[in-house]
């Protein structure tokens, strides 16, 4: 273990990190050490993209050497610490990213391909990566087919506010299109939206897929998938339908940053990369939320399997 502190003292934190979780593999410290290299992955990240000050990246780093430093003490004295929960799968699995951009606004989807491709291929040997960008509805049932992927992550736009504003009355009708200066509102605005995903359609122009339709679908994928990753503003309950094939759904019930979501995505993919199931992994991913700048957005993140809204307390 004083390998391992000289590494920690000479600022090689990921490789420390790294040595620690292969070496507690499966262990109950395992979750632990996993959160660690995810918050210290997206501390160098915030720092590189200018998301932080120098002065709180350095904060945040003598964060996580003390809670390493501890951490190791605790490994070396045999001390027995909180269990994580959740079986360790050791097999190799795919990942797909799908990325739909018919509308030609800034998704900030190349920036969160290369920092999942960034996480993928330096810090695990368990997961492919595949990248699929355009698509329309056919390219996409046949792309997740024809690569027989286990991870679907889906970065589109979808449920996009509608161009109809309403304002409540106070009898509680709804006004269509009340603007400034027409009429009285009484109540706030209504927001609606429209629910669906933004594809290609065969002359590269956005069409809406609504839920129903998508529901249908994604009938047509061969059994295999085992989770779907919406980095996306998505219906809980097209997410409910969905999880009831036995597929594990992630997604956001509000718009969020694009950062934010990428910050949950490095917790995510690097526990699923040291082979741990999608329940911890969304654990995992969760914890990095907390402990970074975007906790807010944690919120605004949910999960489902078989048809149940994951709750943690």
């Known amino acids: 273990m ?56 350095n904060l945040e780093r003598n964060k996580i050497v003390f ?13 027995k610490g909180e269990k994580g929960f959740g079986k360790t799968q050791n097999k190799k699995r795919k990942v797909i990213i799908c990325e739909s951009n018919p509308l030609g606004q800034n998704l900030f989807s190349n920036v969160e391909i290369r920092e999942i491709e960034e996480i993928i291929f330096n810090n695990t040997s368990n997961l492919d990566l595949i990248i699929k960008m355009g698509l329309n509805i056919n390219y996409f049932i046949d792309s997740i087919n024809q690569h027989q992927a286990q991870i679907i992550h889906f970065t589109a736009f979808a449920n996009i506010l509608n161009h109809n504003r309403f304002c409540a ?17 009484t109540k706030p605005i209504m927001v609606q939206y429209n629910e669906g995903i933004y594809f290609h359609d065969q002359s590269d122009k956005p069409v809406q897929i609504g839920n129903d339709s998508f529901l249908k679908y994604f009938e047509m994928i061969d059994k295999g998938v085992e989770c779907l990753f919406f980095n996306t503003f998505i219906s809980e309950n097209l997410a409910k339908n969905i999880s009831l094939e036995n597929i594990f759904v992630v997604g956001f019930n509000d718009i969020v940053n694009s950062y934010a979501a990428i910050e949950f995505a ?48």
Do not use: M, W
């Open 67 to 79: 809670n390493l430093l501890q951490l190791t003490d605790l490994l070396q004295k045999g001390k």
């Open 169 to 185: 009355s106070s009898a509680g009708s709804p006004l269509l299109g009340l603007g400034a200066g027409e009429g009285k509102c």
């Open 266 to 313: 490095t917790g995510f993919y690097k526990a699923i990369g040291y082979g741990k199931d999608y329940l911890t992994a969304y654990d995992i991913g969760r914890q990095t939320l907390l402990n970074g700048v975007h906790k807010d957005i944690v919120l605004k993140l949910y999960a489902y399997a078989d048809g149940q809204k994951i709750i943690f307390t």
């Open 2 to 57: 004083d390998n391992i502190k000289t590494t920690i003292q000479k600022g090689e934190i990921e490789e420390a990190l790294n040595k620690l979780i292969i070496q507690f593999h499966n262990s109950e410290h395992e979750k632990d050490l996993i959160i660690l290299s995810s918050q210290n992955h997206a501390n160098q990240r915030n720092k590189r993209l200018g998301i932080v000050s120098f002065e709180n990246y």
